[in-house]
Structures are given as C-alpha cells and as structure tokens.
C-alpha cells in the first residue's frame, strides 16, 4: 500500500516557482506533523520544511527560508511546498515523508518515491 506520493517537480528557469504536492494514507498523515526532504546529485537527502498537524508551527531549513512556504489541507490528507524565486542549487529530487519529529522522520514513518526539481540558470 502506497502511503506517500508527490506531484509537481519540473524544470524551471532560476527566479521561477512551483507548487508540489504531497498526498499521504490517513495512517501517516492524520494528527501527524509532514515533511519535506531533498537529495541533489552527490549529496546527502537534508531536510527542507516541516508543518504541524494544526499548522501552527512551520519549520524551514537557513537555505530555502522567505523563499519557500510549507502548507496542508487536512481535509484532503495534503501537503504543499510552494518554491518561489528557484535557485539552480535548489535542483533535487524532492521528498515528502512523515510523521515528522522536529526536523527528522520517525522509524515507522514513509516516504514518497520523491518528485525531481531541476532549476535552470
């Protein structure tokens, strides 16, 4: 059973956005902070953003802050990242997983098979 899947990487020019979207099995998703992670070529996977279950917490890595903003519809089990002003060294396959633990994702918890971001200079 699939319990995390992303939608929305693509290929944008530098000072470009996109919108990606996490959609997870209520198991992982329900009363559960959500995460996003990101491993460029070469690199080791590093944590991106993480939301609360109420939203009323947002976290952000130093790298992606102003830039981009973390969301969720609880109605919907979803979870957004919108990328505003993209950097070539935003390029990476992009992750969604929970439950999130501060900027860490539990033992039990699932990833998505992870949607690829590239960004053009």
């Known amino acids: 059973q699939v319990q995390v899947v992303e939608f929305g990487g693509g290929l944008v020019q530098a000072g470009g956005s996109l919108r990606l979207s996490c959609v997870a099995s209520e198991r992982t998703f329900r009363n559960n902070a959500m995460g996003w992670f990101r491993q460029a070529p070469g690199k080791e996977r590093e944590f991106v953003s993480a939301i609360t279950w109420g939203s009323s917490m947002t976290d952000y890595a130093d790298s992606v802050k102003g830039r981009f903003t973390i969301s969720r519809d609880n109605t919907k089990n979803t979870v957004y990242l919108q990328m505003n002003n993209l950097k070539p060294e935003d390029t990476a396959v992009y992750y969604c997983?929970?439950?999130?633990?501060?900027?860490?994702?539990?033992?039990?918890?699932?990833w998505g098979q992870g949607t690829q971001v590239t960004v053009s200079s």
């Open positions: 997983a929970g439950p999130v633990i501060g900027r860490t994702v539990a033992g039990f918890g699932s």
